[in-house]
């Protein structure tokens, strides 16, 4: 069996890491308008990348220059979106993934209506996109929320910001819901433990004694309840449209056969599974109430809460995957960074530039699991490496290495499409280059398109296909029948 006729090829990216225009069409201050770009930071220490602090929000939003804010500028996709799209189209995308900044439709996410200018400029984006039959596949919230609500309420910490989330997905079920079928509602959920400020807008200054941690597991049940509710409303408004939760699937194995690596390690994947544990299931597993429990966290609920979670679970299941790690119980055991993660290093992988390691097999194994696990189409949101590109003379990009790299995993999603594995669909992150989520580096390149702009902002934003373009069209052309 090879992918089945109908699958989604094609590319994801986020808002916050590719539209630019930060202030133009009425749009408010984002989180993202405020992470700053850290050049004589290590990259391999994401930790020092996404620290934040009160003082470090108001002297950032004292400077209005784009230099050190990367994601104020992103790729400026948002004046250039139908040479963007039309690349994809070039490609044959029959799918793009991207979110839609909260902050251009409600700026300060309380107004009582929306901005009209923001509604707008993603009823052309999706209207452009119909023109070239291109299926839009909508994230809600990818690392965007408004500052004006981090900074009030410390974030999704409170329970008001359920409300003004559920607002604005109504808004966006409401006026996009003639063009869009797929939806998820909150980009990487389980991230909110390693980068709070960024998933979920709490500043770790402002959490008093109970701690960073607390506040995020209370975040974490608020956005439960917003999922639960969104999945209704949707099912209320546009019927027939889908609505997935999204997981960073961070693959653990045991370093060694030891059973105590073993044990260790599933307590990782169970951790780690969770967050879509709860949105599939509908319900808190017993195990990991019982360990916030143990480690002194008391979420608090109101009454229906539970019931909300329980009828408002997800049609499909989407992840990330960028790389796998392994888990020891010994304190000295060699690391490596992943995505947002240090995990122990595993000697049998390679690592990508910003040591990530390289792990194909683990994402058949990450599809098979989690199609047992929950029985339900899934959809890989984001696949990919960041690397180093080199622009030859003649202006060509040979970038053999990030062929390799999807090429080996593509063939592992063969495998478990042949094992029974249900996937409805595959975006690359990111078709085209952007800005770095966890270092705000342009370096840092994803894309089968060439950015021209370098880490500071300079460049003239011309658009060039690298070697990987025409690849990824080929691959597309015959639905993976060719991938050489
Ligand atoms: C995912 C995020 O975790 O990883 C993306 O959803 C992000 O927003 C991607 O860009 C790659 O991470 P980075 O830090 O290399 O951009």
């Given at each position: 069996?090879?992918?089945p006729?109908?699958?989604?090829w094609?590319?994801a990216?986020?808002?916050?890491?590719?539209?630019?225009?930060w202030?133009?069409g009425g749009k408010?201050?984002?989180?993202a308008?405020?992470?700053?770009?850290?050049?004589?930071?290590d990259?391999?220490?994401y930790?020092?990348?996404?620290?934040?602090?009160?003082?470090?929000?108001?002297k950032?939003?004292e400077?209005?220059?784009?230099?050190?804010?990367?994601?104020r500028?992103?790729?400026d996709f948002?004046?250039?979106?139908k040479e963007?799209l039309?690349l994809f189209?070039e490609?044959?995308?029959?799918v793009?993934r991207?979110?839609?900044?909260w902050?251009?439709?409600f700026?300060?996410?309380?107004?009582?209506?929306p901005?009209e200018?923001?509604?707008a400029y993603?009823?052309?984006v999706?209207?452009?996109?119909?023109?070239?039959?291109?299926e839009?596949?909508?994230?809600l919230s990818?690392y965007?929320m408004?500052?004006?609500l981090?900074?009030k309420y410390?974030?999704w910490a409170?329970r008001?910001v359920?409300?003004?989330?559920?607002?604005?997905s109504?808004v966006?079920f409401?006026r996009?819901g003639?063009y869009?079928?797929y939806?998820?509602?909150f980009?990487?959920?389980?991230s909110?433990?390693r980068?709070s400020?960024?998933?979920?807008g709490?500043?770790?200054d402002?959490?008093?004694e109970?701690?960073?941690l607390a506040?995020?597991?209370?975040?974490?049940?608020?956005?439960?309840v917003?999922a639960?509710?969104?999945?209704r409303l949707?099912?209320?408004?546009?019927?027939g449209a889908?609505?997935?939760?999204?997981l960073t699937k961070?693959?653990t194995f045991p370093?060694?056969?030891?059973?105590?690596d073993?044990a260790?390690t599933?307590y990782?994947?169970l951790?780690?599974?969770?967050y879509s544990d709860v949105m599939v299931?509908g319900?808190y597993?017993?195990?990991?109430?019982r360990?916030?429990?143990k480690?002194g966290?008391e979420?608090?609920?109101e009454?229906g809460?539970?019931d909300i979670?329980?009828?408002?679970t997800?049609d499909?299941?989407?992840?990330s995957?960028?790389m796998?790690?392994?888990?020891s119980?010994?304190p000295?055991?060699?690391?490596?960074?992943g995505?947002?993660?240090?995990?122990?290093?595993n000697p049998?992988?390679s690592?990508?530039?910003?040591?990530?390691q390289v792990d194909?097999?683990?994402?058949?194994?990450s599809?098979?699991?989690?199609y047992?696990?929950?029985?339900?189409?899934l959809?890989?949101?984001?696949n990919g490496i960041?690397?180093k590109?080199?622009v030859e003379e003649?202006?060509s990009?040979h970038?053999?290495y990030?062929?390799?790299y999807f090429?080996?995993?593509?063939?592992e999603?063969?495998?478990?499409i042949?094992?029974?594995v249900?996937l409805?669909?595959?975006?690359?992150?990111a078709p085209i280059?952007?800005i770095?989520?966890?270092?705000?580096?342009?370096?840092?390149?994803?894309?089968?398109?060439?950015?021209d702009?370098?880490?500071?902002g300079k460049?003239?934003?011309?658009?060039?296909r690298?070697?990987s373009?025409?690849?990824?069209?080929?691959?597309?052309?015959?639905?993976?029948?060719?991938?050489?």
């Amino acid at each position: 069996m090879s992918f089945p006729k109908g699958f989604l090829w094609g590319g994801a990216v986020a808002a916050n890491q590719a539209e630019g225009a930060w202030n133009a069409g009425g749009k408010g201050w984002s989180v993202a308008d405020v992470a700053t770009y850290k050049p004589d930071t290590d990259v391999k220490d994401y930790k020092a990348h996404v620290m934040i602090s009160s003082d470090a929000i108001k002297k950032a939003m004292e400077d209005t220059d784009e230099t050190f804010y990367p994601k104020r500028r992103g790729i400026d996709f948002y004046h250039h979106y139908k040479e963007d799209l039309a690349l994809f189209a070039e490609m044959g995308f029959k799918v793009f993934r991207l979110s839609i900044a909260w902050t251009r439709i409600f700026p300060t996410g309380e107004e009582a209506e929306p901005n009209e200018e923001g509604l707008a400029y993603y009823e052309d984006v999706f209207k452009e996109m119909k023109r070239l039959n291109i299926e839009p596949l909508v994230t809600l919230s990818h690392y965007e929320m408004p500052l004006a609500l981090s900074m009030k309420y410390n974030g999704w910490a409170d329970r008001r910001v359920i409300d003004c989330f559920v607002r604005f997905s109504r808004v966006c079920f409401e006026r996009f819901g003639k063009y869009v079928k797929y939806w998820l509602n909150f980009n990487e959920v389980d991230s909110i433990i390693r980068h709070s400020f960024i998933t979920a807008g709490i500043i770790p200054d402002l959490c008093g004694e109970k701690g960073e941690l607390a506040c995020c597991y209370q975040a974490l049940h608020h956005q439960f309840v917003a999922a639960g509710i969104t999945a209704r409303l949707l099912r209320e408004t546009v019927p027939g449209a889908q609505m997935g939760c999204m997981l960073t699937k961070l693959m653990t194995f045991p370093r060694t056969c030891a059973p105590e690596d073993v044990a260790a390690t599933q307590y990782k994947n169970l951790e780690n599974m969770f967050y879509s544990d709860v949105m599939v299931f509908g319900e808190y597993p017993r195990m990991i109430l019982r360990d916030l429990e143990k480690r002194g966290f008391e979420i608090k609920m109101e009454p229906g809460d539970l019931d909300i979670i329980r009828e408002g679970t997800v049609d499909f299941v989407s992840f990330s995957y960028y790389m796998s790690m392994t888990e020891s119980v010994d304190p000295n055991a060699e690391r490596t960074p992943g995505n947002t993660v240090l995990g122990v290093k595993n000697p049998y992988l390679s690592t990508s530039d910003w040591g990530w390691q390289v792990d194909p097999v683990g994402l058949r194994i990450s599809l098979i699991e989690l199609y047992d696990r929950y029985k339900k189409p899934l959809f890989i949101v984001e696949n990919g490496i960041g690397a180093k590109d080199t622009v030859e003379e003649d202006g060509s990009i040979h970038d053999p290495y990030r062929i390799e790299y999807f090429r080996s995993h593509f063939k592992e999603m063969e495998k478990a499409i042949d094992a029974g594995v249900e996937l409805m669909g595959y975006t690359s992150w990111a078709p085209i280059d952007l800005i770095s989520a966890s270092t705000n580096q342009m370096s840092k390149r994803y894309g089968f398109i060439y950015v021209d702009q370098d880490d500071c902002g300079k460049g003239t934003l011309k658009r060039s296909r690298k070697d990987s373009f025409y690849w990824y069209q080929k691959v597309i052309r015959t639905n993976g029948a060719d991938m050489e």
